[in-house]
């Protein structure tokens, strides 16, 4: 039990054993609609803001950090206090979304690089994936109550 016990906690940030096995997926899940809501809020934003002269359209960047995360996910140290060197990466729940201002397009002569339609069709995009995510996440409620339920029997 020593080795699974140690793979668990390294696996889910030293949280609680219980936490991490119930609910693996339910942190990366809320994380995804954070990042959602967050786009959506940023696409709105930018769609506001179309008729806007010298505005620069925005964008949320965090599947680049999410990738780089996991492509050094490895060997972490433990800090056990605040003034200790992080080594390695950090649990993946601690990424965050940056906004970015997007500089590399010019649409029109009034310096304003929002493209109506592009936004229209990012926004449906990002409508979609947060259903979708929405529905994974009701999913794994439902598989928990039913874990719950079946352990009453």
Known sequence: MGIFYLYLNTMYGGEDLAKGWFFSNITPLERALDVTWKRHEVISHNISNADTPGYKKK???????????????????RQTREKHLRIGDGPINEIEAKITEVDSTKMRVDDNNVDIETEMSN?????????????????EFSRIRTIINEGRR
Request: no cysteine; hydrophobic share 45%; glycine share 12%.
């Open 59 to 77: 964008n949320v960047v965090f599947e680049e950090e999410l990738l780089s995360a996991l492509a050094g996910y490895g060997m972490k140290g």
């Open 123 to 139: 926004l449906a995009t990002n409508t979609i994936m947060h259903h979708a995510l929405v529905q994974k996440l009701n999913g």
